[in-house]
């Protein structure tokens, strides 16, 4: 099974300010997808990245792919008390398409903006 | 489109009882996923149904269980309950390749055993 390591666990910051989330790993992934997770409901995906160098913007959020496809981070720009929550990166388990359904999940981000 | 719908929302269970969730993924998703998430270990993957088959089957002890039926919803399993088994349960759906392209999660099911 292909890991991932997330950084920074915790961030906790005022409204306006920028920040940045790290999903590394030792393996190649396919794709990486990134999800958002509020208290008591269930992750909702916010973008998947499947090209080496890939970037992909949502709105003041920016998503990059690393050229080796190992790495990705996501950028939040002029961060707002809305963004609070809890952010995963998560990617195929197993290589050459044979994860069926098994994701893995980076330990989590857990984000907090405050007003 | 309606989205993936758990049932029940929480549930309190005695140890060594049993426990069936239940799970309706989006309309035309024929692939359905379950994981754990608890704050010690995160969301681990439990099994993953393709059109009644399991395909695919983490790392879970036997009285994990799981079945979907042919109208693509599923149902999981938890016997003899251990204090451990308290976690929120996820059901994930998608067409068929969601380990590639990102799967739609249900609110889960918040399963407590005393």
């Known amino acids: 099974t292909q890991l991932l390591e997330q950084s920074p666990q915790f961030l906790s910051i005022q409204e306006g300010e920028n920040l940045t989330v790290y999903c590394n790993s030792s393996?190649?992934?396919?794709?990486l997808q990134w999800y958002r997770q509020e208290p008591g409901e269930g992750p909702v995906l916010l973008v998947t990245?499947?090209?080496?160098?890939e970037v992909k913007k949502l709105k003041r959020l920016t998503f990059q792919f690393g050229d080796a496809r190992k790495d990705s981070s996501l950028h939040i720009t002029a961060a707002q008390p809305g963004d609070t929550g809890l952010y995963l990166c998560?990617?195929?388990?197993?290589?050459?398409?044979?994860?069926?359904?098994?994701?893995?999940f980076g330990q989590g981000t857990i984000l907090t903006v405050h007003p | 489109k309606a989205g993936v719908t758990q049932t029940p929302r929480y549930l309190i269970k005695t140890r060594g009882q049993q426990v069936t969730l239940s799970c309706s993924p989006i309309?035309?998703?024929?692939?359905v996923s379950w994981y754990q998430q608890t704050p010690g270990q995160g969301l681990q993957f439990l099994f993953e149904?393709?059109?009644?088959?399991?395909?695919n089957k983490g790392n879970f002890p036997g009285r994990f269980s799981g079945r979907q039926f042919s109208n693509s919803r599923s149902e999981m399993n938890v016997s003899t309950l251990e204090l451990g088994d308290s976690a929120l349960y996820l059901c994930?759906?998608?067409?068929?390749?969601?380990?590639?392209?990102?799967?739609?999660f249900g609110s889960g099911t918040r399963l407590t055993v005393v």
């Open positions: 994930a759906s998608s067409l068929s390749q969601g380990a590639r392209y990102g799967y739609t």
């Open positions: 393996s190649v992934f396919s794709s």
């Open positions: 990245v499947v090209t080496g160098g």
């Open positions: 998560a990617g195929p388990a197993n290589a050459g398409g044979t994860s069926y359904g098994k994701l893995t």
């Open positions: 309309s035309g998703h024929r692939s």
């Open positions: 149904y393709f059109s009644e088959t399991q395909r």
